[in-house]
């Protein structure tokens, strides 16, 4: 073999920091905080506070590979903290705030955090919690001393007087881009959470691919507006690819939900690049109708996690000319698997298959593999009909879980079952039709609940969807439709229905819909079907 004579530089997030620190001294990083206003400060300052809290964690005695657990929002702390953590050559741990108290307990004592940052809002929890989670030595509150609030627990101090004292400089380890650099936990529906380790070179190579131009197009001229939140798989990496290409950072702190502060924060700061969850949108669209407002800088958003009802797409597309980028992925992919932009052409198509395309979750990034696989095993044609479970690989995609219970997510060859099912075109475009768990299967065939419920969307009158399997006599399961009426709207079952025809094959059209004032949720602001499952177990169709 011939090695190439490159240089052996080792791709880690304290590369992307040194980067931005020189190249993008000057580029801002706006944030809302709880207890402190509006927060304006640019990279140099970050990351000189990144140094000084480097410092603190040495003097915390944080060593290589320990975890730093936070529980905190999108602010310029948080970022600081994903910066100082992971280049100091710890792990840096978000935990998501929205979990079950017995959900974080778990996650800190599996972890073995050391040191815990959280937000002032969190110190209730903590306090329920303080006897369970013994492996924390100490509780740093991401404030100052000023809004410190009153607090039983011990080995409690403020973020500010943690690195106030601390000097500015500090030499950075050479680390090993394999070297963990972070860990977020995923809530599956059965068991418990379960850990996946990232690592700098991951880290980076995700970076890189998400900022493609047919990607999220990320540039020095963006200003990006990351509503995901910094606890939910590393903020979607937009912490880490916008410093990359020196783009303006917008926070929204604890306001994430407010469509009041998401249009200010978008208006006020010239937010290019927002990204979210739909049920965010779904929000911000509302009080922009209500308000009669416009988003005049925005250029387009990001919508994932879920998949994205067309009632998003059109209200940004056409009321308010924003590009609406469909993105697929998971906490076990980075997040970032497939994106939703058009190929060279496509711009041309038929309005009617324009929409049934965008409707999709896209093509894969290089770097990320794809395929579906039929429950007997065999790989499945990328024809835009079959369906299987998609499995994925690729350097952003985990090899297996940190300290797992078990593991049967990956097969022989290494791929990772991810739990979806889906198809692929002959183009290239994915489209999510279920979870491999949610899916129902009615008379042998598979009916897609995710298809049900965006026809339902479609409806004017429905705020919110979900459809569900239950047990039939005749075909195994049929789906029960589950809706939230739009505020002021008054559509009934059987119009609901009859809107459906022609949008769905005629056998998947539900046996009953029940309109509900409220749908669970999971932590992570996804319908929780298993719940649902829970509410209708006693449910019967109107002919049994
Ligand atoms: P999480 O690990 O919590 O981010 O959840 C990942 C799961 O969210 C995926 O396996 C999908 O089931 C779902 N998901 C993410 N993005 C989409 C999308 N664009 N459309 C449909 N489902 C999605």
């Known amino acids: 073999m011939l090695n190439g004579l490159m240089m052996d530089s080792q791709l880690t997030i304290t590369s992307i920091m040194k980067f931005a620190d020189r190249v993008y001294s000057d580029s801002e990083i706006v944030s809302v905080t709880g207890t402190e206003g509006l927060h304006r400060y640019c990279y140099a300052d970050a990351f000189a506070r990144t140094r000084q809290l480097a410092n603190a964690l040495t003097a915390s005695g944080i060593k290589s590979g320990d975890r730093v657990a ?21 792990v840096c741990h978000t935990i998501n705030p929205r979990l079950f108290p017995e959900q974080v307990e778990y996650i800190v004592n599996h972890a073995e955090d050391k040191l815990l940052f959280t937000d002032p809002m969190f110190l209730p929890l903590l306090e329920t919690l303080q006897d369970e989670i013994g492996c924390v030595r100490e509780i740093i509150v991401l404030t100052d001393d000023a809004h410190m609030p009153a607090s039983g627990l011990a080995n409690i101090q403020s973020y500010e007087s943690y690195i106030g004292g601390q000097p500015d400089q500090f030499e950075w380890p050479d680390l090993a881009e394999d070297t963990a650099s972070a860990l977020c936990y995923t809530s599956g529906t059965t068991g418990n959470p379960k850990g996946v380790l990232y690592s ?4 980076v190579l995700h970076a890189y691919g998400g900022a493609l131009p047919d990607s999220l197009n990320l540039s020095a001229r963006d200003a990006i507006l990351p509503v995901v939140p910094m606890f939910h798989v590393l903020g979607w990496g937009l912490p880490y690819a916008g410093p990359m290409v020196g783009a303006k950072l917008v926070l929204p702190g ?13 208006n006020g700061e010239g937010v290019t690049l927002a990204a979210g969850v739909p049920t965010i949108w779904m929000a911000l669209l509302d009080y922009l109708e209500k308000t009669n407002q416009t988003l005049p800088a925005l250029d387009r958003v990001v919508v994932g996690g879920a998949a994205c009802p067309a009632s998003i797409m059109q209200g940004f597309r056409e009321r308010h000319g924003v590009d609406v980028l469909h993105a697929w992925g998971m906490t076990e992919t980075s997040p970032l698997g497939t994106m939703n932009t058009l190929k060279r052409g496509m711009e041309d198509l038929p309005e009617a298959e324009l929409a049934a395309v965008r409707g999709k979750q896209g093509r894969p990034v290089f770097g990320v593999d794809l395929k579906i696989v039929a429950p007997d095993g065999q790989e499945q044609p990328w024809d835009g009909k079959s369906v299987g479970e998609l499995k994925v690989r690729g350097p952003w995609v985990c090899s297996g879980y940190y300290k797992p219970d078990s593991d049967d997510s990956h097969d ?12 692929i075109d002959e183009r290239g475009f994915m489209q999510i039709t279920d979870r491999t768990k949610d899916v129902i299967k009615s008379g042998g065939e598979w ?3 995710i298809d049900l419920e965006n026809a339902a969307m479609d409806h004017p ?3 919110e969807a979900a459809v569900i399997g239950l047990p039939h006599p005749k075909w195994t399961e049929r789906p029960l439709l589950v809706v939230i009426r ?3 709207k008054a559509v009934n079952a059987e119009e609901l229905l009859a809107s459906l025809d022609g949008k769905v094959a005629i056998w998947w059209i539900p046996d ?4 509900v004032d409220e749908l669970p949720h999971t932590a992570t602001g996804k319908l929780s079907k298993k719940d649902l499952r829970g509410q209708f177990k006693d449910y019967r169709f109107p002919e049994q």
């Open 512 to 515: 009953d819909v029940v309109f």
């Open 412 to 423: 022989e060859e290494g791929w990772f079952g991810t739990g979806d099912v889906a198809s």
């Open 486 to 488: 739009k505020e002021g």
């Open 254 to 266: 604890p306001k994430m939900g407010d469509g009041e502060t998401l249009c200010d924060l978008i």
């Open 461 to 463: 009158g429905v705020a």
């Open 70 to 90: 936070t529980l905190a929002w999108n602010d310029f702390r948080h970022l600081e903290l994903y910066y100082g953590v992971s280049c100091s050559g710890a």
């Open 200 to 203: 700098h070179r991951s880290t």
């Open 447 to 449: 009916i897609s609940s």
